[in-house]
C-alpha cells in the first residue's frame, strides 16, 4: 500500500467521479459548482435554483452541457448521458438516486432542511452550506443522517468548519480549547437593505443577505453552529465582541480566568482586528513544559498558560472540496451538532417597534439576531430570528430591547415552529446525540 497517497492522488485514481448536486446557486454555490469542475475526481451532475435562470447562467459560463429538467425521471435521465440537470425545484436533485453528495447552498431554512432531509432519505450524503438550516434543525438531521448511515456535515471553507479544523489539532497537542472566534471587520446593528445595497451590489449579494452579514445576525448563527458542535457557549448575549488592533491583544481586554468555565468553550468575535479575515482560537495548558515550549517558539501566540492561534483566512466554495471527498470516501465529517441545541440567535429590536407592527426576518428593517445560551432565560425563551417573518407584535418594544416567544403571535402547529420545539425537546442542552432507533419518524415535507 501506498502510505503517501494524498486526497488529491486519491480522487485522480477513482474508477468514476464522485457526483454531487448543488441547491442555491446564489454567490457561493456559483463558487461550489465552479470548484466541482475544477477539483479532480469529482462533476457537479446537478444545479438548482428556485430562479432557473441563475442555475441555467452558472451552467453557461462554465459550459457545461446541461438540460433542463421537471421531472426526477427526467433529471437520472440526464445525468445518465451525461448532462448536468438544471431545475428550479431543489426537491427533484434531492429525490435522486444517482446523486452521491448533496451540497445544500441556499438561504432557506425550513425549505433547506427538507431538501437536506430528503437527500439523505435517498442515501446521499449532505454536506450543509447552509447554516441557517443547520442552526434550526442540525440535530434533527444529524439523527436522520446517522439512521440512514450516511453523512451530514457543515461544509468546509466558512468559518465555523475552518475554526473546528484548528480545535481538532489544538487538541491533538493536548491543549484545552478556551475560546474560539471569528474576526469581523465592521458591525452596524441599525443597517437594512437599502441602506447596506451599495456595498452588496458590488459584491453581487441579496441586499437582505448583506444586512445580516453587516447587522451580526450573520455572525451570530455561525458562532452558535459552532457552539452546537463544541459544546460551546457565549459569555453574554451577542458575545463580547472587542475591537483591537491585533487579535494577539485580546488577553488585554479579556481575563480568560474570570470567563472561561474550564467545562465549556466560549464562542466569541474580535472586531476590526488583524488578520482580516481569519479566524482564531484561544487554548489553554497548565503543563510547564508546554508553557515552556510555546514561550521558546519564534511565533507569539500568547503569555500562557493561555495562547492564542489564528488563521489568516477562510476560503468559502475554493476550501469546501475537501469534506465533500471525505464524506464520500471516508465517511467522515467536518462539523456536526453532535451536542444538539445548546445556542440559538434571538430577536432583538433594530428601532422603536408598535404593537401589531410585523417583523421581517433576518436581515431586514425591524430586528437583529444576538447569539444567547438556551440553558438561560429558560422561563422566558427567546424568539429565534429566523423565525420571525411576518410575525405580528402583541406589544410596543424599545430599540435594542429582546424579543420573546411570548412577545409574537405565532402558530405552534407551522413547520417551521414545530419542527423547532421538536428539535428544543430532543436535542435542547442535553448530552451528545446517541441514536439507538433503526428508524427515524422525522417528517419535515
Known amino acids: 500500500m501506498n502510505q503517501m497517497r494524498n486526497l488529491r492522488t486519491r480522487l485522480q485514481s477513482l474508477d468514476?467521479?464522485?457526483?454531487?448536486?448543488?441547491?442555491?446557486?446564489g454567490s457561493i454555490g456559483k463558487g461550489l459548482?465552479?470548484?466541482?469542475?475544477?477539483?479532480?475526481?469529482?462533476?457537479?451532475?446537478?444545479?438548482?435554483?428556485?430562479?432557473?435562470?441563475?442555475?441555467?447562467?452558472?451552467?453557461?459560463?462554465?459550459?457545461?452541457?446541461?438540460?433542463?429538467?421537471?421531472?426526477?425521471?427526467?433529471?437520472?435521465?440526464?445525468?445518465?448521458?451525461?448532462?448536468v440537470a438544471v431545475t428550479d425545484n431543489g426537491g427533484l436533485v434531492a429525490?435522486?438516486?444517482?446523486?452521491?453528495?448533496?451540497?445544500?447552498?441556499?438561504?432557506?431554512?425550513?425549505?433547506?432542511?427538507?431538501?437536506?432531509?430528503?437527500?439523505?432519505?435517498?442515501?446521499?450524503?449532505?454536506?450543509?452550506?447552509?447554516?441557517?438550516?443547520?442552526?434550526?434543525?442540525?440535530?434533527?438531521?444529524?439523527?436522520?443522517?446517522?439512521?440512514?448511515?450516511?453523512?451530514?456535515?457543515?461544509?468546509?471553507?466558512?468559518?465555523?468548519?475552518?475554526?473546528?479544523?484548528?480545535?481538532?489539532d489544538i487538541e491533538l497537542w493536548g491543549l484545552d480549547i478556551v475560546m474560539a472566534g471569528n474576526i469581523?471587520?465592521?458591525?452596524?446593528?441599525?443597517?437594512?437593505?437599502?441602506?447596506?445595497?451599495?456595498?452588496?451590489?458590488?459584491?453581487?449579494?441579496?441586499?437582505?443577505?448583506?444586512?445580516?452579514?453587516?447587522?451580526?445576525?450573520?455572525?451570530?448563527?455561525?458562532?452558535a453552529v459552532l457552539a452546537n458542535a463544541i459544546n460551546g457557549r457565549t459569555a453574554v448575549p451577542g458575545m463580547l465582541g472587542h475591537r483591537m488592533k491585533h487579535v494577539n491583544e485580546i488577553f488585554n481586554y479579556i481575563n480568560f480566568d474570570d470567563v472561561w468555565d474550564r467545562k465549556h468553550p466560549l464562542v466569541d468575535y474580535v472586531l476590526g482586528s488583524e488578520p482580516k479575515g481569519g479566524v482564531f482560537?484561544?487554548?489553554?495548558?497548565?503543563?510547564?513544559?508546554?508553557?515552556?515550549?510555546?514561550?521558546?517558539f519564534p511565533?507569539?501566540?500568547?503569555?500562557?498558560?493561555?495562547?492564542?492561534?489564528?488563521?489568516?483566512?477562510?476560503?468559502?466554495h475554493i476550501e469546501a472540496m475537501q469534506c465533500v471527498?471525505?464524506?464520500?470516501?471516508?465517511?467522515?465529517?467536518?462539523?456536526?451538532?453532535?451536542?444538539?441545541?445548546?445556542?440559538?440567535?434571538?430577536?432583538?429590536?433594530?428601532?422603536?417597534?408598535?404593537?401589531?407592527?410585523r417583523l421581517d426576518g433576518m436581515g431586514g428593517f425591524n430586528s437583529y439576531g444576538l447569539i444567547e445560551n438556551l440553558s438561560e432565560n429558560i422561563n422566558d425563551p427567546g424568539l429565534p430570528v429566523l423565525l420571525n417573518e411576518n410575525l405580528r407584535l402583541r406589544r410596543n418594544i424599545r430599540k435594542d430591547e429582546r424579543i420573546s416567544l411570548a412577545d409574537v403571535d405565532f402558530d405552534s402547529n407551522d413547520k417551521a415552529f414545530k419542527l423547532y420545539f421538536e428539535a428544543l425537546a430532543k436535542h435542547g442542552v442535553a448530552g451528545p446525540i446517541k441514536v439507538n432507533s433503526k428508524n427515524s419518524n422525522l417528517q419535515f415535507a
Open 16 to 25: 468514476r467521479d464522485i457526483r454531487v448536486a448543488v441547491i442555491g446557486i
Open 184 to 223: 469581523k471587520n465592521y458591525l452596524d446593528r441599525y443597517t437594512d437593505p437599502v441602506k447596506i445595497a451599495p456595498e452588496a451590489d458590488k459584491r453581487t449579494l441579496d441586499h437582505k443577505m448583506c444586512s445580516s452579514y453587516t447587522d451580526g445576525t450573520k455572525l451570530c448563527v455561525e458562532m
Open 33 to 83: 459548482v465552479y470548484q466541482l469542475k475544477a477539483t479532480p475526481g469529482m462533476t457537479p451532475v446537478a444545479i438548482a435554483d428556485i430562479y432557473i435562470n441563475k442555475a441555467v447562467d452558472c451552467a453557461k459560463w462554465l459550459n457545461l452541457d446541461f438540460e433542463i429538467v421537471k421531472t426526477v425521471d427526467d433529471l437520472n435521465y440526464a445525468i445518465q448521458r451525461g448532462k
Open 95 to 168: 429525490s435522486s438516486g444517482l446523486v452521491h453528495v448533496l451540497i445544500e447552498s441556499s438561504n432557506a431554512v425550513v425549505e433547506g432542511a427538507d431538501h437536506a432531509l430528503q437527500a439523505i432519505r435517498n442515501h446521499q450524503h449532505v454536506i450543509m452550506m447552509n447554516f441557517e438550516a443547520e442552526m434550526m434543525y442540525g440535530p434533527l438531521l444529524l439523527r436522520a443522517a446517522m439512521d440512514e448511515g450516511v453523512v451530514y456535515t457543515c461544509a468546509d471553507g466558512d468559518q465555523p468548519t475552518v475554526i473546528k479544523r484548528m480545535i481538532d
Open 299 to 316: 511565533p507569539d501566540v500568547g503569555p500562557g498558560p493561555y495562547y492564542v492561534f489564528s488563521r489568516p483566512y477562510h476560503l468559502g
Open 281 to 296: 482560537v484561544v487554548a489553554h495548558t497548565s503543563d510547564k513544559f508546554q508553557q515552556y515550549t510555546f514561550n521558546w
Open 325 to 357: 471527498a471525505e464524506a464520500y470516501l471516508d465517511g467522515t465529517a467536518r462539523l456536526q451538532p453532535v451536542y444538539g441545541m445548546r445556542t440559538n440567535v434571538h430577536t432583538y429590536a433594530k428601532r422603536d417597534l408598535k404593537a401589531g407592527d
